[in-house]
T-cell receptor, first 118, second 112 residues
Framework: GAVVSQHPSRVICKSGTSVKIECRSL??????MFWYRQFPKQSLMLMAT?????????EQGVEKDKFLINHASLTLSTLTVTSAHPEDSSFYIC??????????????FGSGTRLTVV | SQQGEEDPQALSIQEGENATMNCSYK?????LQWYRQNSGRGLVHLIL?????REKHSGRLRVTLDTSKKSSSLLITASRAADTASYFC????????????FGKGTTLSVSS
């Protein structure tokens, strides 16, 4: 159990276009999802916390108008990179949090999306 | 924001040797977790240690936690080439469900 599906796994887009990345919890409800960005040979940097039915909370330095997050249901959060530029090229990873008393519950990560902006 | 610092940043060993990675963090935590990431892939959860635990084992993995020093170590015994990956510690804040904050990671290379 506790599977998170992230799509697409790879995407190449032209500068100025927008790209949407989906993160789905397949077998559990996730009231909270998180979006991370990872540059080559670096660690995961938290971008924002996405709460179902409310506005996302962005980390300092992350432009909310550029990285639009929508968490319209308990199983789906989307990240849209708007007006993408080459410097937005990165590996984006989502994580869904599952509450409960079972010690196996907790954070489940998607497999990531490699975004390349040309 | 980055919570932890891992050292070493890179570690190269031979198969069969043990690999030790260290992680330090800055704020109070509820738990500390270790993750593994193969190149360009997602994260695999390895082990979680709670703030009231000092040591935990899982197969060839041994994790220690010293909350007084705000540090943790991950030991992989009898390493294999398949252990080649990046390893990250991640800390959770005192409230469950808040974001994990990752350390900078250690890149482990195990040669056969």
């Amino acid at each position: 159990g506790a599977v998170v599906s992230q799509h697409p796994s790879r995407v190449i887009c032209k500068s100025g276009t927008s790209v949407k990345i989906e993160c789905r919890s397949l077998d559990f409800q996730a009231t909270t999802m998180f979006w991370y960005r990872q540059f080559p040979k670096q660690s995961l940097m938290l971008m924002a916390t996405s709460n179902e039915g409310s506005k996302a909370t962005y980390e300092q330095g992350v432009e909310k108008d550029k990285f639009l997050i929508n968490h319209a249901s308990l199983t789906l959060s989307t990240l849209t990179v708007t007006s993408a530029h080459p410097e937005d090229s990165s590996f984006y990873i989502c994580s869904a949090y599952r509450t409960g008393s079972n010690p196996n519950y907790g954070y489940t990560f998607g497999s990531g999306t490699r975004l390349t902006v040309v | 924001s980055q919570q932890g610092e891992e050292d070493p940043q890179a570690l190269s060993i031979q198969e069969g040797e043990n690999a030790t990675m260290n992680c330090s963090y800055k704020t109070s935590i509820n738990n500390l977790q270790w993750y593994r990431q193969n190149s360009g892939r997602g994260l695999v959860h390895l082990i979680l240690i709670r703030s009231n635990e000092r040591e935990k084992h899982s197969g060839r993995l041994r994790v220690t936690l010293d909350t007084s020093k705000k540090s943790s170590s991950l030991l992989i015994t009898a390493s294999r080439a398949a252990d080649t990956a990046s390893y990250f510690c991640a800390t959770g804040k005192n409230q469950a469900g808040t974001a994990l904050i990752f350390g900078k990671g250690t890149t482990l290379s195990v040669s056969s």
